[in-house]
C-alpha cells in the first residue's frame, strides 16, 4: 500500500502538520500508519478526500466536534446536518450584517434602517416554572407585551434567588415601545443597570457577595426582534418546521465541545459541567451576547433555565416545540419533560408565538 509522509499529506490536503495531529487526537482523520520508534505518521491518498472534507467544512466555520459527529453520517443524513448547520449559520449571518448594517449607519451619522420594513408583530405568550428537587426556586421570569426573560440564580452560591430577582427587576423597563434602531442600545444599557444593581445589593450586605445570575432576553420591536444572553440559559426558535437553539452556553463544557476536545455523551459526566465562564455577578464585568434578528409571524421562541436542557436533550424539546400548537401546554410538557427526569434544578420555561398584529 502506497503512503504519504505527513508532510506529504499536508502539502497535497493544503492543512498543516499540526491541524493534522489535532484531527488525528480528535478522531476525526487518523493515519494509516505511525512508526513505532519515531512516532512518525503515514497515510495514504485515499485519506485526502477525508482530509479535504474536514478543511472546507472548517472553511463553512463548523465546530470540531460537529464535523466529527457529521464524518460519522452516511451520506444523505450528512448532507440534512450540512442543510441544517447552514440554515443556523445563514440566520446568525443576517442578524449580524443587521447589526453591521445599523452601526455602518450610526457612526456615519445617517439614519439608515435596520432591515426592509414589515407589519408589526405580536406575541402569545405562556409561563410555567417548578423548583425541581431544590428547597428554593432561584429562577426568575418575566412575560409581558413586548418582553420575555428568565434569568437563574447561581446554585451553591450566596442568594441566587436575589440575583435573578434584581436582574429581572433592571430589565422590565425594556417592556415598552423601542425602537428599533435603538434596541442594542437599550438592551446594553439593561444589561449594565442589573450588573450595577447586583454591586450595590452586594456593597450594602456583605452576605450577598458574590452572587450572581443567567439571563437570556427578547425584546420585540416591531418586525425586529432584540437578543441578550449571558450564562447557560437558553433560546431556542422553531421557524419553517425546524428548531435552532440561537444562544451559546457560556459554559466550560461547551467550550470544550466546541474545541471538540469533549463529545456531547461525555457532557453529562464531566466533573465540571456546571461551571459558568461568564454570568452576571457582583464582582464581576462580563460581556453578554447581543443580537438582533429578523421576526417572522408563525415563529415560537422558547426561553428556559439549565433545569429543562440539562435534563432533556434537544431532539425532545423540539419534539413538543413542534408537536403542540398551545403555547400554555407546550410549556406544561416542557416542565414535565424535566420533571420525569428527575429535575434535579430548577426549570423555567416561556414559550411564546408570534403573531401579525391586530390592524391599529
Known amino acids: 500500500m502506497e503512503l504519504m509522509t505527513s508532510g506529504e499529506f499536508a502539502r497535497a490536503s493544503r492543512l498543516s502538520r499540526k491541524a493534522l495531529r489535532l484531527y488525528d487526537e480528535l478522531g476525526l482523520l487518523a493515519p494509516a500508519r505511525v512508526d513505532q520508534d519515531t512516532g512518525y505518521r503515514y497515510y495514504t491518498p485515499a485519506q485526502l478526500e477525508q482530509a479535504r472534507l474536514v478543511a472546507w467544512l472548517r472553511r ?3 465546530p470540531l466536534a460537529r464535523i466529527r459527529r457529521m464524518t460519522t453520517l452516511p451520506p444523505a443524513a450528512a448532507a440534512a446536518e450540512l442543510t441544517d448547520y447552514w440554515d443556523q449559520a445563514a440566520s446568525d449571518f443576517a442578524a449580524r450584517r443587521d447589526l453591521a448594517t445599523f452601526l455602518i449607519g450610526y457612526l456615519s451619522g445617517r439614519t439608515t434602517p435596520m432591515s426592509t420594513p414589515a407589519p408589526a408583530l405580536a406575541i402569545r405568550y405562556a409561563v410555567q416554572s417548578d423548583r425541581g428537587q431544590r428547597a428554593d426556586n432561584e429562577d426568575a421570569v418575566y412575560a409581558g407585551a413586548r418582553l420575555l426573560a428568565v434569568a437563574d440564580g447561581l446554585g451553591g452560591h450566596a ?3 436575589v440575583a435573578s430577582a434584581a436582574v ?5 423597563p425594556l417592556d415598552t415601545d423601542i425602537p428599533a434602531g435603538e434596541l442594542l442600545d437599550a438592551l446594553d444599557h439593561a444589561v449594565r443597570r442589573a450588573g450595577s444593581s447586583l454591586q450595590e445589593l452586594a456593597a450594602a450586605d456583605p452576605a450577598l457577595a458574590g452572587m450572581g445570575t443567567t439571563l437570556t432576553a427578547l425584546v420585540v420591536s416591531g418586525s425586529q426582534l432584540g437578543l441578550v444572553h449571558i450564562g447557560d440559559s437558553r433560546a431556542y426558535l422553531v421557524r419553517g418546521g425546524a428548531v435552532f437553539r440561537i444562544t451559546h452556553d457560556h459554559t466550560l463544557v461547551q467550550s470544550l465541545l466546541d474545541e471538540g476536545r469533549l463529545t456531547a455523551a461525555e457532557v453529562s459526566a464531566h466533573p465540571q459541567r456546571f461551571l459558568l465562564l461568564r454570568a452576571l455577578a457582583a464582582g464581576r464585568s462580563d460581556e453578554a451576547d447581543l443580537q438582533l434578528r429578523d421576526a417572522q409571524a408563525g415563529d415560537r421562541y422558547l426561553l428556559c433555565s439549565d433545569g429543562l436542557h440539562g435534563v432533556a436533550d434537544d ?3 423540539a419534539a413538543v416545540l413542534l408537536g403542540e400548537a398551545d403555547p400554555e401546554e ?3 410538557q416542557l416542565i414535565a419533560l424535566a420533571v420525569e427526569g428527575g ?3 430548577n426549570v423555567t420555561c416561556v414559550v ?6 391586530p390592524a391599529a
Not at 411564546?352 to 398584529?357: E, K, P, S, T
Open 168 to 172: 429581572i427587576e433592571a430589565v422590565r
Open 60 to 62: 463553512l466555520g463548523m
Open 352 to 357: 411564546a408565538d408570534v403573531l401579525a398584529a
Open 343 to 345: 429535575a434535579p434544578d
Open 315 to 317: 431532539e425532545q424539546i
Open 330 to 332: 407546550a410549556a406544561r
Open 159 to 161: 442568594a441566587g434567588e
